[in-house]
């Protein structure tokens, strides 16, 4: 028996089914093992298979072994063989009826909604059949069943659709009867269509399949009638697929189709007004990938954007639909913005008057201009964004429905993605006051599409309009929360979880009256329950969750900016035990934003502790019963922290120390991000502040190897900001007497603080001075003052 066609597990099949004869012993071939075609016999009476037995003949031939019987090791003194003409009748006869009863099985099994096995079973049979014994194809005709498979091209299963294809191959291959009866009613379009959509294996079955039918030529002009069949097959030829099955058979049926007079008049009339009508059409309505698009627009692009300038509205109806259908990949997005797609598409958009665009081919229009707006191609979107083509987006925005509104706001976002049009968005809407408008679509319900589009053009503006934003937000009640109510949907982190947090976490921070409103509706509460819930492995999504956690850890930071006025920002952050979590983000290594984020929140949070740390009440003193007090010692109290002496810990009164803090925080003074050096080494002064014993301060730095991170920092200089806060802490660092006798020995310390003191601001050269005459190295001010003045 003939292997599977695709390789895959083989269609023989010899287990017993309903209305199948079993498999008599004597029709097996002792060597092949399996049924025989044609059966012969030996002098000693054994049957084989006559090619099996002939092939062995040869082998003890070419190895000088004198012919035998296999299954005997008799020697015979003949190699010849007797046909065994009534086994072989015999087996005839077994197999047409074997093969009946398998027809009839399939005929049975072949309709849509069946088992899937069952399908699969028949398709199998039907394949297995007509390898097996051509003759067998009229007994398919006289089943039906070539309509019956192709019904299954209509399957939803992508298996069962590929076996159809391969089992029509079998059955039509080098029979032109069943090559009609497959070419009648749309099975060829469908095949087309199959060329664009299908997986690649269905790809290729279904080139194969063309393929074949091409080879008869009456067939070959109901292929070429078919709209788009050509492109496809020439996209297919040009396409790096790694199938070279699939660009070999388009190829090969493309020289079929070559021979056609009608096919080659059809290419040669693509210029026409109806040919481009026709084509529009069709692709509009066409599945295509990637290649497939890029394909389409460098070769019919040009008419496309021909037929969207013309006056005739069908024409322009089917042009914009089928430069959708292509725009929606950066490649082929790419040829037609240099195809000049995008001036007419501006005015159709924008246009009102005799011969505008209807409001549903706007809303094509705009998601045409959204498609190109939002690829990855670098063009210059500034060019698109005068103050009055964005002023006319936004009325378009307040005057139309939802359906076009998402599409103009995902060109807004488009737009504001790109850095130098987002200025230009930015002052229009400060200019018409459309912020409020924009921010009222973050409410909607029913539709999800427009309401991700506004989040994400929210959080594009933020960065640029933060206040407008917030007090925007203040304004109206509900908008807020309904914000915070889609960070804290329990689904798979989303895009639009990520670009609400992004949005929240724009917004100024030290604004008391929108931390205020995020404390009304309980953001904070949810914002930790997210991350602690991302922390531990229990929300996950794929790509957008470390942009969602650096939000929402932004988010949460703002609460530590509060305290001054708030007292219920004390009261949370003790209650979910926040400085313990911002420490645990320290550790966020590749994730500098969060690291600098929790650095800036501990900052916060360990000046406050000054205020939360308690002095324990002291018993009071006993006297004797003389006139003399006891000379008994003072009672003796433990247990005190020792920088904020009193009674500290992590949880209550934010203590760094407490929280082992210290050590983590130095760790971060070696980061390549600057900023997170800087937030790190912020933190780390707050054990320094006035109010607090600078001389135990230091010593815990010491204890965790801070002095000599602290100094890299200083002689570095790596910005002007750290700079000055290395500057300030070194100062601090260098009124201890004995660590300065060893700085002194430091000559590139000296150099930096002398720098500093030549060429920082006021108060940088005040704390510079300060510290160089801590280790007696103030230079000579000859030489300095020209340099200050």
């Known amino acids: 028996m003939v292997g599977s066609w695709d390789g895959s597990q ?50 003890c031939s070419d190895t000088g072994k004198p012919p035998s019987c296999p299954l005997t090791s008799q020697t015979l003194s003949s190699t010849d063989v007797s046909p065994s003409i009534a086994l072989r009748n015999t087996i005839q006869e077994w197999r047409s009826r074997n093969d009946a009863a398998k027809l009839d099985i399939a005929r049975q099994a072949l309709f849509i909604g069946n088992d899937e096995n069952d399908v699969l079973q028949a398709l199998m049979h039907v394949r297995q059949i007509c390898r097996s014994i051509r003759s067998n194809r009229q007994g398919v005709r006289n089943f039906q069943l070539i309509r019956m498979i192709i019904d299954m091209l209509k399957s939803n299963s992508h298996k069962v659709r590929y076996k159809a294809l391969q089992t029509l191959q079998v059955v039509v291959e080098g029979d032109e009867e069943s090559k009609e009866i497959l070419a ?79 096919i080659v008049k059809q290419m040669a009339s693509y210029g026409s007004l109806e040919t481009k009508l ?118 378009l925005i307040s005057n139309t429905g939802p359906a076009i509104q998402c599409k103009l706001l995902e060109v807004l976002v488009g737009l504001t993605s790109c850095p130098k049009a987002v200025i230009h968005v930015v002052s229009a809407i400060k200019t018409s006051g459309a912020i409020i408008s924009l921010v009222q679509f973050v409410e909607v319900r029913e539709n999800n599409d427009l309401r991700l589009a506004s989040i994400k053009l929210l959080h594009n503006l933020s960065p640029f309009m933060s206040e407008e934003l917030a007090g925007a937000l203040r304004a109206t009640a509900g908008q807020l929360g309904s914000i915070v109510a889609i960070i804290s949907e329990k689904t798979p982190i989303s895009e639009e979880q990520a670009a609400a947090a992004g949005l929240l976490a724009e917004l100024p921070e030290r604004d008391l009256g929108l931390t205020r409103e995020l404390l009304g509706v309980g953001a904070f509460e949810k914002i ?52 313990s979590l911002f420490i645990h983000l320290l550790q966020s290594n590749g994730q500098d934003n969060i690291q600098m984020v929790s650095a800036m929140a501990l900052e916060n949070l360990s000046l406050e502790s000054v205020n939360l740390s308690r002095t324990p009440d002291l018993p009071p003193p006993s006297y004797c019963g003389s006139i003399f007090s006891c000379m008994s010692k003072p009672p003796v109290v433990t247990g005190l922290c020792r920088i904020h002496q009193g009674i500290c810990s992590l949880r209550e009164t934010f203590c760094l120390v407490e929280g082992e803090a ?42 965790a190897d801070g002095i000599r991170h602290i100094l890299n920092v200083l002689t570095e200089t ?50 510079a001075e300060n510290a160089l005459k801590h280790i007696d190295k103030i230079p000579n001010f000859s030489a300095i003052l020209p340099n200050m003045a």
């Open 10 to 59: 083989s269609d023989d099949s010899s287990h017993f089914e309903r209305g199948v004869d079993h498999i008599y012993e004597a029709f097996i071939c002792p060597l092949t093992k399996e049924v025989m075609h044609d059966p012969v016999t030996l002098e000693n009476g054994r049957t084989f298979e006559r090619e099996a037995i002939e092939k062995y003949f040869k082998e």
């Open 184 to 262: 009648e009613g749309d099975t060829v379009r469908t095949l087309v269509k199959f060329l664009s959509h299908e997986p690649s294996k269905g790809k290729e079955a279904a080139v194969s399949l063309l393929f074949e039918l091409s080879k008869s030529e009456t067939l070959c002009e109901k292929i070429g009638s078919v709209n788009g069949a050509l492109i496809l097959l020439v996209g297919l030829t040009s396409s790096n697929s790694v199938n070279v099955s699939i660009v070999e058979k388009a190829d090969r049926t493309l020289e079929n189709l070559e021979r056609s007079e009608e």
């Open 278 to 395: 026709s084509m529009a059409t069709f692709l509009g309505d066409l599945a295509l990938n990637n290649d497939m698009k890029v394909l389409v627009a460098q070769t019919v692009g040009s008419s496309l954007v021909d037929l969207m300038r013309s006056g005739d509205m069908p024409q322009r109806e089917a042009a914009l639909k089928a430069l959708n259908n292509i725009s929606s990949f950066d490649g082929s997005a790419k040829v037609l913005i240099d195809i000049g797609i995008l001036p007419p598409l501006i005015k159709d958009l924008f246009y009102i008057g005799p011969n505008n665009l209807p409001i549903r081919l706007k809303e094509v229009s705009a998601t045409i201009l959204a498609n190109i707006v939002n690829i990855g191609y670098d063009f210059d979107k500034a060019t698109l964004v005068s103050e009055n083509r964005v002023e006319n987006l936004l009325y």
């Open 528 to 579: 930790i329950s997210k991350v602690n819930g991302i922390r531990q492995g229990e929300i996950k999504g794929m790509r957008f969750t470390m942009n969602f956690l650096e939000g929402l850890v932004r988010i949460l930071s703002r609460i530590t900016f509060a305290f001054n006025n708030e007292p219920r920002a004390v009261a949370f952050c003790r209650e979910y035990n926040v400085a």
């Open 662 to 703: 210290v050590e983590k925080l130095v760790g971060l003074l070696d980061h390549e991000n600057d900023k997170v050096v800087e937030a790190s080494l912020a933190a780390l002064s707050s054990l320094l502040e006035d109010g607090l014993e600078v001389e135990k301060g230091v010593q815990i730095l010491d204890e």
């Open 718 to 767: 790596r910005t002007e900001r750290l700079t000055r806060r290395a500057v300030w802490v070194v100062e601090r660092i260098l009124r201890i007497e004995f660590i300065a006798i060893e700085v002194a020995k430091e000559p590139n310390v000296s150099a930096a603080l002398v720098d500093a003191f030549q060429n920082g601001d006021f108060r940088t050269r005040q704390i």
